[in-house]
């Protein structure tokens, strides 16, 4: 089974979070579904390398990368994805949408209203409870 890294941000701008929205897919399980913004590790980098670059390429936002917040492992039906997720710090709600279709900024109470990829769920959740 193909297995894929990945890094994610939880963006934070007040009391708000960014949630986005990935472009429709021949994988059905991901098409369409909201996500925290980010993608693939390169040889070479480090996450938060990783994740400044992805940043810049999705969205050309330049946010404060803070902690670690959860690794997720999950298995999809065509590969096992482990997504560790950071907090990040935005001082502007300005963003340009490279690659998504759609975004938003919650607060974390209603997080739990958008349809999310199955490996951000706990995310999700985590966020909804404790932070
Ligand atoms: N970035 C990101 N990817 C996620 C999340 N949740 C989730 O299941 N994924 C999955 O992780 C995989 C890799 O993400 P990606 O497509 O953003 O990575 P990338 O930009 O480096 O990919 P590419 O350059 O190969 O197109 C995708 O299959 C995606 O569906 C998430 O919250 N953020």
């Known amino acids: 089974m193909k297995k894929v890294e990945v890094v994610a941000a939880i963006i934070k701008y007040e ?7 990935r472009a429709e897919s021949k994988l059905d399980y991901i098409s369409k ?26 969205l050309i936002i330049h946010p404060i990368i803070n902690d670690h917040f959860l ?10 994805l482990t997504m560790h997720s950071f907090i990040c710090i935005a ?19 209603d997080l739990n209203k958008l349809d999310w990829a199955a490996a951000d769920v706990p995310i999700v959740n985590k966020l909804v409870k404790n932070d």
């Open 71 to 80: 690794t997720v492992v999950h298995q999809y039906p065509d590969f096992e």
């Open 33 to 58: 579904k909201f996500e925290f913004p980010g993608g693939k590790i390169e040889v070479g980098e480090t996450k938060k390398e990783a994740l400044k670059r992805e940043l810049i390429e999705e």
């Open 91 to 109: 001082d502007s709600k300005l963003l340009t949408l490279n690659e998504h279709i759609s975004h938003q900024w919650l607060k974390k109470e």
């Open 15 to 21: 009391d708000l979070i960014l949630c986005v929205q």
